[in-house]
Nanobody
């Protein structure tokens, strides 16, 4: 079992910056994919950034060049550095983890538009004002 706890959400002005954190505990195994998934009011959940256990990363086009996902492996902590956020980035942000490699998850999302991750945090709200 894996527990994920997010922190760092809040309100930020467009063009500012914000860093989200997620601490993982429990049996994370040796190979897994961690990601940030967000859900805005009235919209479907969408993945924005993924990082594999080998450090390779994938970004959704909507955040590429603005957001950076990283991981402190020693402390099992996941980060999302949000630079130049826009009002459209306002959402509940969830930290997720799955035993599948990120590349396999990307294939599933490309095929059916979604993926059900095995472990979820409770989420942290990010609100970006214009």
């Amino acid at each position: 079992q894996v527990q994920l706890v997010e922190s760092g959400g809040g309100s930020v002005q467009a063009g500012g910056s914000l860093t989200l954190s997620c601490t993982a505990s429990g049996n994370t195994a040796s190979r897994y994919c961690m990601a940030w998934v967000r859900q805005a009011p009235g919209k479907a959940r969408e993945g924005v950034a993924w990082i594999d256990s080998d450090g390779s990363t994938i970004y959704d086009h909507s955040v590429k060049g603005r957001f950076t996902i990283s991981k402190d492996k020693a402390n099992d902590t996941l980060f999302l550095q949000m630079n130049s956020p826009e009002p459209e980035d306002t959402a509940m942000y969830y930290c997720v983890l799955d035993p599948l490699p990120c590349a396999d998850i990307e294939v599933v999302i490309a095929a059916i538009g979604k993926f059900q991750y095995k472990y979820w945090g409770h989420g942290t709200q990010v609100t970006v004002s214009a």
